[in-house]
């Protein structure tokens, strides 16, 4: 179990602790499902709200208008008989004018939820074919609860109602009498808890004289329990559109994120260094284009991995990194003149005792000694610049410089002469051939960049200095390493030398003074 480690607080010390928590992970495909499913609610919720409130307005406008056509109906058939005190005929005008039967309002408003829901599956059973539609006998004048006819003098001359005749009329809760000239007064109240509308029109006599006015008390349930059952079907159905909708966005969803899963298996395969790693592609949409871009991607890192192998058997492992480090063009690889240290190698007597070797034990034998020889230039972090037959080149100071440059070379030098003396009693141990290497090394401003034509270049350095490096290494006898007053200089301080006699150079009009290392200070 990883503990994490928490430092003390001291007083006063102001700053805070910061714990390192770990982000939780939210895929793309749960982040596109949530957001397509809380978008079809928002659009399913509007959907809903909109027909709710269309329904409610068209139906509460439907029954406006059938309890103003029964009232108006109402009043001008109570006329005459509010004209002749006719008692009898007002209540059987009153009494016509409400629900018959009056207990199926009741009922609606007792149970109403019941009656909402056994609508609600009738509707439902009926659409899907598993009920038939019973012809169910009307309720006459639907809704209307009450029907009650005012005199001019505000007393209730009749009523549905029996028991209200005589009364004072008292509109109930926040409704309004008539105002003389009006021809209809809808107004919406509560009673128990209950929506009614009252449904208010005056009894004009034949000369336009005001004699009364009749109320209706419309029950607002009708339209609440068509309204709520409506709705509950449209829940329904947003519900059963939802889950397909949620069904059908995982599908897609999975369908879209499938090949991003695809592409981070694949960056993490290159993280691991595995650069064969091909994506298939499968649309031509900006994934497929960026499974393609990943593909190229993987691809040119392989041929950079192949060649960064390549240059490594070239270079040490410092040398490559560094190089590799700033591509940038700053290495300045272009003909620049730079200073540099350079080591020659060359197996003496290799070219005689050749003529009389099998070709196979030719070779044999010259690898060994190459490897032997490379395996120290890259040790010191030189660069091999060539092999020639049995003859090597390596420099130090390019492609960059240290300020160890031509200590490094020399050190390589000696490393290379104290193998060879292992490697040789190894050799003659086994009865096989051996031979003596000898070195040159020069350090001084050379040319370094691309040399050759646009189609075949060789990145290397040219000069005096360089020649001179080769001059002393084809001086230098079996064993010997012959090493310049430049590269002398720079490193007595780290090497013991002994000096040499100077000697005649080809190039060169005056002698070259030549020293050789023996051991190194540290």
Known sequence: MTQEIKKEVQPGNPKKLKSKKKRMRVSIAFKLSFFVTLLLVFIMAGVTFFIYNQQKTALSEEVKKRGTAIAKNLANNAEEALTTNDELTLFVLAKQAVQEPLSAGNAVEKNFWLSVMEITKNDILQSFGMKEKKTEEPVKNEGILDAIVVGQDGIIVSASDVRKKGEVYSAPGSVKRLAPGMDVLIQEYTEQGYAYFDVAVPIMSINDTELGEVHLKVSQDLITKVITSATIKIVLITLCALLIGIIASIILVHVMTEPIKELVAGVRAIGEGNFDNQIRIKSTDELGELTEAFNETSRSLKEKEILKGAFSTYVSKSVMEEVLKDPSGKLKLHGTKVKATMLFTDIRGFTSMSETMDPVE???????????????????????????????????????????????????????????????????????????????????????????????????????????????????????????????????????????????VKGKKEPVKVFEPETAFD
Not at 466 to 480: D, I, K, Q
């Open 362 to 504: 030719v070779v044999s034998v010259i690898n060994e000694y190459l490897t032997l020889q490379t395996d120290k230039v890259i040790k010191w972090e030189g660069v091999l610049d060539k092999f020639v037959g049995d003859c090597v080149m390596a420099v130090y100071g390019v492609p960059f410089q240290k300020a160890d440059d031509s200590y490094r070379a020399v050190r390589t030098a000696m490393d290379i002469r104290n193998a060879l003396v292992k490697l040789n009693a190894l050799r003659e141990k086994r009865n096989l051939k051996t031979v003596g290497i000898g070195i040159g090394i020069n350090t001084g401003e050379v040319v370094s960049g691309n040399m050759g034509s646009p189609h075949k270049m060789d990145y290397t350095v040219i000069g005096d200095n360089v020649n001179l490096a080769a001059r002393l290494e084809a001086s230098a006898p079996a064993h010997r390493i012959f090493v310049s007053e430049s590269t002398y200089n720079e490193t007595k301080d780290r090497i013991k030398y002994n000096q040499l006699d100077s000697i005649m």
